[in-house]
């Protein structure tokens, strides 16, 4: 594949109820990327991790995400309360190893929320 | 903010017709350029990519890509579809410096008929 192991594949959850989605990219690639991709909106930057330097949060949609990288590898996802428009496929890049901004995607974890 | 336009939200063809795709970005500094595409049921995939220099550039399955400065596009092209290339195709923009996470347009779904 590209590198990027992402799980769970899918998940359907409670509204309310908290989720957590891992993303475990193959190692040497300091950057990491989550993107959200619901049906007919393309794809959108959730949260960007570089390196050791402070995570860039500017596309999470709100206080109920929130993401963190252990040991510069393993990222988790995390939506808290979800609500329903939480709906979507959750994709985890890696960079690319020039550093030019070209991203391998992992197969993406589809939450529905009920 | 840069920002990506896909103006053909659902193309459909017939088998050997030619395809173009529209792609417009917002942005006023340098960028690269990328298209990503989608199979059904697969993870998103590079297709091609500008950086700099020949503003055509060609990419995997006979697709090419020309970017023109002075109109901020980025069209997808090629000559001859087939129906192994029904699929989603995403248009794609960053900054080669400052934020490296890519923004993507809305994307196009290619619908080929036998």
């Known amino acids: 594949g590209a590198g990027v192991s992402q799980s769970p594949s899918n998940k359907v959850t409670e509204k309310g109820k908290d989720v957590e989605l891992r993303c475990d990219p193959i190692?040497?690639?300091?950057?990491l990327y989550w993107y959200r991709q619901s049906l007919g909106q393309g794809l959108e930057f959730l949260i960007y991790?570089?390196?050791?330097?402070?995570?860039?949060k500017s596309g999470l949609p709100s206080d109920r995400f929130s993401a963190e990288r252990t040991g510069g590898s393993v990222s988790t996802l995390t939506i808290q309360r979800t609500q329903q428009e939480d709906s979507a496929v959750y994709l985890c890049?890696?960079?690319?190893?020039?550093?030019?901004?070209?991203?391998?995607f992992g197969e993406g974890s589809r939450l529905t929320v009920l | 903010a840069q920002s990506v336009s896909q103006h053909n939200h659902h193309v459909i063809l017939s088998e050997a017709a030619s395809l173009e795709l529209g792609c417009n970005y917002s942005?006023?500094?340098?960028?690269?350029l990328f298209w990503y595409v989608q199979y059904p049921g697969q993870h998103l995939q590079l297709l091609l990519k500008?950086?700099?220099?020949?503003?055509l550039v060609k990419g995997i399955k006979g697709f090419e890509a020309e970017f023109i400065k002075s109109k901020f596009s980025f069209n997808l092209r090629k000559p001859s579809v087939q129906w192994s290339d029904t699929a989603e195709y995403f248009c794609?923009?960053?900054?080669?410096?400052?934020?490296?996470?890519?923004?993507f347009g809305s994307g196009t779904r290619l619908q080929v008929q036998p």
């Open positions: 890049a890696r960079s690319g190893e020039k550093g030019t901004g070209e991203l391998f």
């Open positions: 190692s040497g690639h300091t950057a």
């Open positions: 991790f570089q390196g050791n330097s402070a995570p860039d």
């Open positions: 942005y006023g500094g340098t960028v690269n």
């Open positions: 500008y950086f700099s220099g020949d503003p």
């Open positions: 794609a923009v960053n900054a080669p410096t400052g934020r490296r996470a890519l923004t």
